[in-house]
């Protein structure tokens, strides 16, 4: 059974039945979304309940996205993908706040075109890294100061671990004695999470720069003539960040053979084609504004976004499954040691490949 949008919002779109004019969409994890058409707007609208939860600051979630909107129409003429505009409600208001108070609002919605949890070919690969180092090339013009942190700490390597510390001194006894081999193997790791500062204390050679934070092909939009990229999706977590964080985030998600909730350890291994597809995409677009020091420390961050990764899945399992929606009880311990070994494997690849040596 579909979710009800409230009967007051529904009146003031001028909907008059729920079930004829909107759709619930299924792929969002944080925010419950319909496609809807209203009389008021000449075409369908996507509505969005925004989880406050998670983001608690939604007004700032709308202001970015409307910087990042705007931004985007200055510079769109040289790129082929869309921002999906933000839209008033029919007060004019950006925001609608309804009698339980939840918050609401309204975006464009881009027409014939299709999402793909994971590209299947090198090329695809290649076009969507491509599109998120254009993205961030877009965003050099948006001054850092004036986006909002929508997510306190997202990519912050050395808060993830202090929370993983913490975890460890008061959460669940038992998980966390049955981890014990785990544990030492991400404290082995500190290395990783010193390297990560050394960067964060060095703003002109790793300026902050606003990156999309959520960088998968899940989050991209796919002409259904062409299957061309049309459109890039789920900026809520766009914001001031480093220079790893989508790459990172690509490398984590598009790289390996297997996905995070893969349980057969030996099958996690890294696909050559699919790493070097992801790096060269996104270099061709940013390669020639990073600063030097930047593109040094390119392959580091897969290494960080996956060890922060598998820090966050460890932690909430010592805390009882808090943050993470499961299906089964175990699952943040599988997901943790899934992306220990995708780690592992990162490291075999960057030092086969790479001459890439670790600390």
Known sequence: MNPAIPISLLRSLQITNQKEA??????????????????????????????????????????????????????????????????????NKMLYLDSIGSTWRLQEFIDNTYSLTKPSTSTQ???????????????????????????????????????????????NTIRI??????????????????KFDSITGSPQDFPLRIRHHDAKTANLLFEKSSNKIAAILDLDTTMPGYFFSDLGDMIRSMAGKTDENHTNWEEIVIDEDAYNAILNGYQSAMENYATKSENAFIHWSGVWIIYMQCLRFITDYF?????????????????????????????????????????
């Open 22 to 91: 909107c759709q619930l969409l299924p792929n969002g994890l944080i925010n419950q979304t319909w496609f809807c058409k209203s009389p008021l707007y000449p075409s369908p609208i996507v509505l969005q309940q925004i989880n406050t939860d998670v983001f608690k600051n939604p007004l700032a979630v709308i202001n970015n996205h409307r910087v990042i909107h705007e931004t985007w129409l200055a510079n769109h003429a040289t790129h082929s993908f869309k921002i999906a505009a933000p839209l008033p409600f029919p007060d």
């Open 177 to 194: 004695q049955e981890a014990a081999i785990l544990v030492k193997h991400l404290k082995n790791r500190i290395s990783y999470v010193e």
């Open 125 to 171: 690969l290649y076009n969507a890294a491509s599109c998120f180092g254009e993205f961030g090339k877009i965003m050099q013009a948006i001054n850092c100061q004036a986006l909002s942190q929508t997510l306190e700490n997202f990519h912050n390597l050395r808060y993830r671990y202090q929370q993983f510390q913490t975890a460890l001194a008061t959460g």
């Open 319 to 359: 805390l009882d499954d808090t943050y993470y929606k499961i299906a089964y009880a175990r699952q943040n311990w599988d997901r943790a040691w899934n992306q220990f070994y995708l780690l592992t494997a990162l490291e075999e690849h960057l030092q086969n490949k790479f001459n890439f040596i670790f600390p």
